[in-house]
């Protein structure tokens, strides 16, 4: 039988998401995994803070990288393979979202990398666009809400600046996806009242110094 698509892109959902990002520079899919999931992911993100795993969040990269809580006060822990099978499905879900960008915005994004936030009562991230001044690498940011039962009223939303004046909050409800160029879409995160848990990566190109 002949594939009339690239098989990324027969998900309705991957497709979905490249689309919106050729048409707007963003996305926002409702129910990206399966509740079981999410909910094991955020189950997993919790023992993480337990165990005393999780630190505070820097601004930008190596030298430059300092914590301030005036700009942002979550806490993260960055995730690799290997470490957990709820982490494990969820890079493998990801690295579908990547082929398919790939095959439909042509980006040569050639890695992924994430961690998981957690925002504490009060905490914030203060806009901001998600690329270093020393590192461009980053083209395409994906945002996995991982809270049941969130509210309007517990604040938290991701509120990105569009064009013409217009803002668009996403709210961080477990399970949906928000999807953006990383380069392009300034964001930030409002001050959420409850504990807020996400997991936060980038799809990254091959660094210019490679070249
Ligand atoms: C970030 C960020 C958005 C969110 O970590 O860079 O903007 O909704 N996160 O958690
Ligand atoms: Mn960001």
Request: aromatic share 8%; proline share 5%.
């Amino acid at each position: 039988m002949m594939r009339a698509m690239p098989i990324s892109l027969e998900n309705p959902m991957l497709a979905a998401v490249v689309d919106d990002l050729a048409t707007h520079g963003w996305s926002q899919q409702a129910l990206f995994l399966p509740a079981d999931l999410v909910r094991a992911l955020a189950a997993e993100c919790r023992r993480r803070d337990a165990e005393g795993e999780l630190n505070p969040a820097g601004i930008g990269r190596g030298d430059a990288q300092a914590v301030r809580e005036s700009i942002r006060g979550d806490q993260i822990q960055w995730i690799d393979p290997g470490q957990d099978e709820a982490c494990d499905r969820y890079l493998a879900a990801m690295d579908q979202l990547r082929l398919a960008i790939n095959q439909g915005l042509f980006l040569g994004l050639e890695d992924f990398e994430c961690h998981f936030a957690l925002y504490p009562p009060g905490a914030f991230y203060r806009r901001h666009l998600d690329r270093f001044r020393d590192d461009d690498r980053r083209m395409v940011s994906a945002v996995l809400y991982l809270n049941e039962d969130w509210q309007p009223e517990h604040g938290g939303q991701l509120r990105m600046f569009l064009a013409n004046d217009v803002n668009h909050d996403v709210e961080p409800v477990a399970g949906c996806l928000a999807v953006f160029l990383s380069g392009e879409v300034p964001h930030e995160v409002l001050p959420a009242r409850r504990e807020r848990l996400s997991l936060t990566g980038w799809f990254r190109r091959r660094g210019t110094e490679l070249f």
